[in-house]
């Protein structure tokens, strides 16, 4: 059926934050608040709570009897693989893992930079007989959320996808009516999952999905999806993403939204208000509108150079939010040049220039800045960059030139 | 001729007398567009910018015969602008409004295509401009040039760039359309392609898609049928995966949504997509003159 996997191919799309997660977005939540979450909603999750105290770790465990298992709390993927995650027997040992495990910066192939450990779970542990996978996420080429579901749990669903994506079902929901128990029935057979699973599964995924609808949910991922010997059902890993769009009606995240964040310049982005994303670089980027920050970051790949950001100023910006944005991507200490691509609609070129001047006074910038003002009172704007330090450029694609040939220079 | 609005289009401006909606609809009166009404609840009766205020999108389509409307409100209250403005029988809305929760968009995009009767266009988009008609939207209007090719694409300011070298080659545009950069969209690319494809003065169109999602593949797969020669182009070609860049939809999930595959489905349908946005009106001239039409 070669017209079926292309179908479930696609819909794979959007699975990014599985396994090896690095969603890039600043909502995504812990382990643990994801595990909250869903037990609000009925969600059979193993018993657990979180710490950040090494003692109160060792009373959790005892608490759970002992057997339990020790997770950092980072949004990293290849957490397992960098020691972040710790089966223990004993409340004593599990104790003495949560003294050395706070604090400590994780590293792993995914995050080299790595991510210092505040809170760990402490959760009993889960007896696994079989693993499966169940998700809920937007179908973007469909518009609609649908149910994606495998037999083939506890491994990372991108690969299945690619080995066997026959395995993989996807039950879509409708906007007015929800999901049916029958249309869930058929997905879980269509996937092979084992009869006395069936029934216990249909509850939970009728739950996941109202959980993921009511949360503002991008993703709810469960896996593994775990079938203890005793044929329990249970949510055994679990992982939510929030649309940052809907915050406005969940204050209960919007307060965890700064602790997610993955970057601290991002972080601080986040508290100004300036859509900045860390892309690793030293060619720091400045313009107006995704498309064309997306437009410039290519420029700068192809004249040779390596974008340190992608930043979008936004419409209208004043002097003072662009001299903000300068020093943001000051913050960067690889930053070696700085390109300002602007095509002024409602921006207006002449205001632009201003802050650049600005953060060129008061930042003491020594850096090579190269500036394209177009469109919206660019003469105006041209005029009062005429004489200082910042280069001109007429297009973006000399602009880029320009700031990679300075910065290397 | 024009596709979606043109100098006939009446417009309705929802969000009317809020800071960001005063600027465009002065704007959008400056351009010559027909704005004959705008809507802020308990502001009925009054008048802005010489514009009559109502208190319900009925209201104004009764008094003022509108048949589009272009919403600015905020985005906790636009998903039931857009509703408002469905119930009221416009058959075309305009959403401006960014950062519109996407399980919102999901329930509005799908009541609206199944009953059918509007088309939305956007959200967290730039709008929609007729050159010399009618402009419903946040661009400036003056960098657009009456013409004959017809262009369509997901971000804002990309398209002033590409437009203002249009414009300066003069090549001059039908309409140009911005569907928007999130997830879920009112107006996607194929169908603009079937408007365009159908409207007797487009002579060519141009394509601006990006990364996230898979819609530049389906407007490829159909572009495939048209008789009239596309000219495309991606931006993000360098984005790493599983970053956001800006727009909610532009982000390379797994394997989807990447710039290759966009590019390569384009070019599969015969697409000639420019590595720079300067390339473009090259491409465009060299696609009509094939057609032996003038610009």
């Known amino acids: 059926m070669p017209e079926r996997s292309r179908e479930h191919a696609s819909a794979l799309g959007f699975l990014i934050g599985s396994g090896q997660g690095n969603l890039g977005t600043r909502m995504k939540l812990h382990e643990y608040q994801s595990k909250e979450l869903l037990s609000r909603f009925g969600v059979p999750v193993p018993a657990g709570d979180v710490t950040n105290d090494p003692a109160e770790a060792a009373e959790i465990a005892r608490k759970l009897g002992g057997k339990v298992v020790v997770k950092a709390q980072v949004l990293m993927g290849g957490r397992g693989k960098a020691g972040g995650v710790k089966l223990f027997n004993t409340a004593e ?47 973007r080429a469909a518009q609609r959320n649908i149910v994606m579901l495998s037999a083939k749990g506890g491994m990372d669903i991108e690969e299945v996808a690619e080995t066997d994506p026959e395995s993989i079902v996807k039950i879509p929901i409708d906007p007015a009516w929800g999901i049916a128990d029958f249309e869930i029935r058929e997905g879980l057979a269509e996937a092979n999952i084992p009869i006395e699973a069936r029934s216990q599964m249909v509850t939970m995924i009728k739950r996941l999905v109202k959980a993921y609808i009511e949360a503002d949910a991008e993703m709810v991922e469960i896996n593994p999806c775990a079938m203890t010997p005793d044929g329990k059902i249970i949510a055994a890993d679990a992982k939510v993403s929030i649309d940052d769009n809907a915050l406005f009606r969940h204050a209960d995240y919007k307060a965890t939204s700064a602790e997610s964040a993955e970057d601290p310049i991002e972080e601080e982005a986040a508290r100004r208000g300036i859509a900045y994303v860390r892309l690793g670089g030293d060619i720091g980027i400045i313009g107006n509108g995704a498309g064309l920050v997306m437009c410039s970051l290519d420029e700068i790949n192809a004249a040779g150079g390596n974008p340190a950001d992608f930043l979008d100023v936004g419409g209208g910006a004043q002097a003072e939010r662009v001299k903000s944005c300068v020093e943001l991507i000051m913050m960067d ?5 700085l390109l300002i691509n602007i095509f002024g609609g409602i921006t207006r070129c002449d205001e632009v220039a201003k802050g650049i001047l600005a953060a060129l006074d008061e930042l003491n910038l020594t850096i090579p800045v190269v500036a394209r003002i177009e469109g919206t009172a660019a003469e105006e704007g041209r005029a009062l960059l ?24 | 001729m024009a596709i979606l609005v043109d100098r006939n289009t009446r417009v ?36 802005h910018l010489g514009v009559p205020v109502f208190d319900t999108v009925q209201e104004a389509v009764e008094k003022t015969q509108a048949n589009a409307a272009v919403i600015f409100v905020p985005a906790p209250f636009a998903p039931d602008s857009v ?14 409004t960014e950062g519109v929760p996407t399980q919102d968009m999901v329930r509005v995009v799908n009541r609206l295509r199944q009953n059918g009767t509007t088309r939305l266009l956007g959200g967290n988009c730039a709008g929609i401009i007729s050159p010399g008609q009618c402009k419903m939207g946040i661009m400036p209007g003056h960098i657009f040039k009456q013409g004959d090719v017809g262009l ?26 911005g569907i ?29 898609g990006e990364i996230g999602g898979s819609d530049e593949e389906a407007a490829a797969e ?35 949504g990447t710039a290759k595959s966009k590019v390569s489905a384009l070019e599969g349908a015969g697409v000639p997509v420019a590595d720079k946005t300067s390339d473009i009106p090259r491409l465009l001239l060299k696609a009509l003159e094939r057609l032996g039409v003038g610009v």
């Open chain 1, 386 to 409: 005429a004489g200082t330090k910042i280069v001109p450029a007429q297009t973006m694609q000399e602009a880029a030139e320009k700031v990679v040939k300075l910065a290397y220079a």
């Open chain 2, 180 to 208: 928007g950069g999130d997830p879920v969209a009112g107006t996607r690319f194929i169908e603009v392609m079937r408007m365009f494809e159908a409207d007797p003065d487009s002579k060519a169109v141009v394509l601006i």
């Open chain 2, 83 to 96: 509703l408002e403005c469905e119930a009221s029988g416009l058959p075309f809305v305009s959403l401006i």
């Open chain 2, 12 to 47: 309705l401006v929802c969000g009317m007398t809020g800071r960001e909606g005063s600027f465009h609809t002065q704007q959008m009166i400056d351009y010559g567009t027909q704005v004959v009404g705008g809507i802020t609840p308990g502001k009925g009766g009054t008048t």
């Open chain 1, 333 to 337: 200490p690889n930053v070696k040049g």
């Open chain 1, 93 to 139: 040992e599990a104790g003495e893992f949560a003294k050395a495990l706070i604090g400590k910066r994780l590293v792993s192939n995914q995050n080299p930079d790595g991510m210092v450990v505040e809170k760990i779970l402490i959760a009993e542990q889960v007896d696994i007989a079989k693993e499966f996978y169940v998700a809920v996420l937007l179908d």
């Open chain 2, 222 to 256: 159909y572009i495939k049928t048209m008789t009239k020669p596309v000219v495309g182009f991606i931006s993000g070609r360098t984005a790493p995966p599983g970053k956001r860049m800006g727009h909610a939809g532009a982000i390379i999930s797994g394997n989807t």
């Open chain 2, 152 to 177: 369509v694409s997901r971000s804002g300011t990309l398209t002033y760039e590409i437009v203002w070298e249009m414009t300066r080659a003069g090549i001059g545009q039908t309409t140009c359309i």
